[in-house]
């Protein structure tokens, strides 16, 4: 650990002592603890320490002083340090102040840091933690070196690179830096020198460079047409929530030769509410260690079943541990050459609100897979409390450029965008591969109708279609639904023609913000080249000769459906649930 005393604005314990207090933790959690804290300058002094003297001043200091004095020079070192105990001052009365100030931290001393991780390797027995006590923007000047401000300083002067130069014994003249202060020259001894010959020898030994990005990996087979079957042909009679339709279809996935052993199924503790119970007696939950118990389910059906052979990462309640899995196995493409396809599913409320910033490096880590957010919608979970009522979890997600999102009504709609998802993600073929498709699961159980034998696909994957025509004869009017709020649109279809002879085409909108950021795109292309043929977004190609007002409808905030305001072309009404919603009964 390196305790270089600071955090970004000042000390971590100006009135105490990290190092000790780190010290405590770990040998108290049965660690053995090396602490390098002197370089080898203060041996000789601590050599001639026969009354304990500059121990006992060196445990008095608190760490707020420590990094004050390495601000400072040596003679306020020999005044406000050593000045303090009048043995300690006679100790140092031949030493210059040159010399005081040369006086190292022992994290800055290779000799002391190569003899304390020599000695933890040695060690047997217990895990062994090294502390190292540092100086923040060591080497950088004294306008950088234990400087509050040092994280806020971005560029170093010429003179403060004159001085790192010095300090580091960098072979670069003065010449060459006056030549451009803002972009000096790099130093490279070249390849036969001794110490880069070390480096190369010791990663040759450790297994290679790292982090390594590998752009060639292993091409995965993708699944016949057939797979999605099981979501195409509806749910007959039953109903079934849309989260139930994707798990049929994942445990169809799981059963494809070619691909199922690469999928990673993730779980937060939520699998039997999700229906992937179903999943524990043939994929089963990973443990290294397997089940060395008896499972108080055991004789039944979907049993708990723990082995070093499973593929589900069952993790607990624990997203922050989930999506940490999920960006493992997202990035296994890149990392090891062999892809795998997280599929991690939650209570929607629990992701981008509860694990955003996780889900924000896995964008920038260029992660794969699917992020699934069951149990989604404002209204559709009421009962469990307000922190299950999700309707801005669309929002959040559009906000990540590394996400692409959909709120599907219906199973063969899911069958379409996984499928789609799975060819963009690992197909090989995409310009962009490497994003997390988003898909809102609901509990709200319906009966899930068999796909449409004319169905516009190239509409449900860029983001709308037309689902439904007008019953009747009448004034115009234009649905647009997602969701959950597909079944509330064609209700209100069939209200208006019957009771307002109000004629009403309802429209799937499968992906506000898709259809949002192709509109942008439009903008942007036609700003950029204005004497090319205008672009014209594909939600308004589509809403195009549609006659009457649009209105949206969603189990989210307006803010969902008011992405595509601007490119909608007529009257545009939203409806939505902005309010934290309802905790006390379902």
Known sequence: INCNLQRLDGPVRGNGKIVQELESFFRGAGWNVIKVIWGREWDELLARDHEGALRDLMNRTPDGDYQTYKAENGAYVRENFFGRDPRTLEMVKEYSDDQLWGLKRGGHDYRKVYAAFKAASEHKGQPTVILAKTVKGYGLGPSFEGRNATHQMKKLTLDNLKQFRDVMHIPITDAALEADPYQPPFYNPGPNDEAIQYLQERRRELGGYVPERRSKYTQVSLPEDSTYEVVKKGSGKQEIASTMAFARLLKDLLRDKGLGHRIVPIIPDEARTFGMDAYFPTAKIYNPAGQQYTSVDREQLLAYKESPQGQIVHVGINEAGAFAAFTAAGTQYATNGEPLIPVYVFYSMFGFQRTG??????????????????????????????????????????????????????????????????????????????????????????????????????????????????????????????????????????????????????????????????????????????????????????????????????????????????????????????????????
């Open 357 to 586: 910033d996780a889900m924000w490096a896995a964008g920038d880590q260029m992660a794969r897979g699917f992020i699934m957010g069951a149990t989604a919608g404002r209204t559709t979970l009421t009962g469990e409390g307000l922190q299950h009522a999700d309707g801005h979890s669309l929002l959040l997600a559009s906000t990540n450029p590394a996400v692409v999102a959909y709120d599907a009504a219906y199973g063969y709609e899911l069958g379409r965008i996984v499928h789609a998802g799975l060819d963009r993600m690992y197909g090989g073929t995409h310009p962009n591969p490497n994003v997390m498709y988003y898909l809102t699961l609901y509990n709200e159980p319906i009966v899930q109708p068999a796909e449409p034998e004319n169905l516009d696909v190239d509409g449900v994957l860029r983001g709308i279609y037309h689902l439904k025509s007008a019953e009747v004869q009448g004034p115009r009017a234009q649905l647009l639904a997602s969701g959950v709020a597909v079944p509330w649109a064609l209700e209100a279809q069939h209200l208006l023609a019957q009771d307002w002879g109000v004629s009403a085409d309802v429209w799937s909108v499968t992906s506000w913000t898709e259809l949002r950021r192709d509109g942008l795109a439009a903008e942007e292309h036609n700003f950029l080249n204005p004497n090319e043929e205008p672009r014209v977004p594909y939600v308004t190609q589509k809403l195009s000769g549609s006659d009457g007002p649009f209105i949206a409808v969603t189990d989210f905030m307006h803010a969902v459906p008011d992405q595509i305001r601007q490119f909608v072309p007529g009257d545009f009404a939203t409806l939505g649930a902005d309010d934290f919603g309802f905790s006390d009964t379902r």
